[in-house]
């Protein structure tokens, strides 16, 4: 039976990956519609137009598109032999921001360039992916090994988590952290390094939450938001009355009560609460298992690029696939009071220009891997389906010139 599913609804036969390119799109039409319902009154009260936020939002998902269909036509190789380069633009940007970014909140995270504001982390966050990819393409073995090829990625991500502190983005340090040393766990490293590695971070993150009282008292509010509801704990009260609204069917498109003006950042870090309470748990479930898909479609794509001897695309697309599903994970765990405020946008879904464009490079990325694994195995067919005869005469042939 299982066997018969996975024939049904395999890819293999296909000149692209069908479920991915569902989800992904999917996704971003979703968060079209709810980027527009959810900022309809704060874009009326900010700019007398309430169809501000979502007209730039649909620029933004037309430039994502576009700039994916122009990254898909980027082979490989040119990521791999650029990513050195890359990293250490995503620095120049990391450093950049602290110069002349712009601050929000509180946060010097977006380059302004007139018309629209570039996050420097999310920049940054593909370029990692792509450095590191490159990394365990030529040091592989030796990051199996020696403590010193494992740590070199690792030290690269302290320096940027240190950049990224100063801003400061939390959020963008625990996903960008989690992704490196998921692409070295995928890689094969042994695994009680991980578990150190993971009792020393695990004391500096306790020892950073209690030095500066912000901090700790973010930490508390999210364990107990009800205590300091009208404080630190206004937000995400907020959006727990948004999903305790929704029930099973939600109140329908729009009908939000929350988006006005209740709950702060409604259309961008807590766009999913708005859609809990208009679509209820079938349409939160129904997203979650869009995100699902699509992590699990890069995986595969990853796993069949490792088979074909394909390390880079390997280690690329299982890079892709930890970033989007952490930060996924973070931002919906967030706002159902799961875990404390971070800050992340929920990607290809929230409202915000660089995660929506990052993001659509990211999924163009994983449609180039697997265009390059499918071609590899069509030729891989087509050889063995050749009469030895040919095979053998061609050879000749081609060792003689």
Same mark, same amino acid.
């Given at each position: ?33 709810? %980027? ?143 992704? %490196? ?36 008292? @973010? ?65 939160? %479930? ?10 699990? @479609?890069?995986? @595969? ?101």
């Amino acid at each position: 039976m299982l066997k018969g599913l996975e024939q049904r609804f395999t890819t293999r036969h296909q000149s692209f990956d069908g479920w991915l390119l569902l989800s992904a799109l999917a996704l971003m039409l979703i968060g079209w519609v709810m %980027v527009t319902s959810a900022s309809t009154e704060i874009a009326a009260s900010l700019t007398g137009n309430p169809y501000y936020f979502s007209i730039r939002h649909g620029i933004f998902v037309l430039a994502a598109i576009g700039v994916g269909l122009l990254a898909v036509r980027l082979p490989l190789w040119w990521w791999r032999e650029k990513g050195p380069m890359l990293l250490i633009l995503g620095l120049a940007l990391l450093v950049l921001v602290l110069l002349v970014g712009r601050e929000i909140n509180g946060s010097r995270r977006w380059i302004p360039l007139g018309i629209v504001n570039v996050q420097a982390s999310e920049v940054a966050k593909l370029f990692m992916i792509v450095y590191v990819a490159g990394y365990l393409e030529r040091f592989l073995p030796e990051v199996r090994r020696t403590w010193g090829a494992f740590m070199r990625p690792l030290a690269v991500m302290a320096l940027i988590g240190f950049l990224l502190i100063l801003e400061p983005d939390y959020g963008a340090v625990v996903v960008m952290t989690g992704c %490196v040393m998921g692409m070295l766990l995928l890689s094969g490293a042994p695994l009680w390094r991980f578990l150190l590695i993971l009792i020393v971070v695990g004391s500096g993150a306790v020892m950073l939450a209690v030095a500066e009282p912000y901090r700790l008292q @973010r930490i508390t509010s999210f364990a107990n938001p009800w205590a300091d509801q009208y404080n630190t704990g206004y937000q995400l009260t907020q959006a727990l009355i948004a999903f305790g609204r929704g029930h099973w069917l939600g109140l329908g498109l729009g009908n939000s009560v929350q988006k006005l003006f209740y709950l702060p950042e409604a259309h961008t870090d807590f766009v999913f609460a708005v859609l809990a309470e208009e679509l209820g748990l079938f349409g939160a %479930v129904g997203v979650i298992l869009l995100f699902a898909l699509l992590v699990f @479609r890069a995986f @595969r794509i990853g796993r069949k690029a490792e088979l074909a001897r394909m390390p880079f695309a390997a280690y690329l697309c299982y890079g892709i696939a930890l970033v989007i599903g952490a930060q996924a994970f973070i931002n919906i765990s967030v706002s159902s009071g799961m875990l404390p405020t971070k800050g992340l946008t929920l990607p290809l879904l929230s409202y915000g220009g660089s995660s929506l464009i990052v993001s659509g490079i990211m999924v163009a990325m994983l449609f180039r891997v697997d265009a390059e694994v499918r071609r590899g195995q069509r030729r891989a067919a087509a050889a063995a389906q050749e009469p030895p005869q040919e095979s053998a005469a061609r050879q000749s042939q081609g060792s003689e010139t």
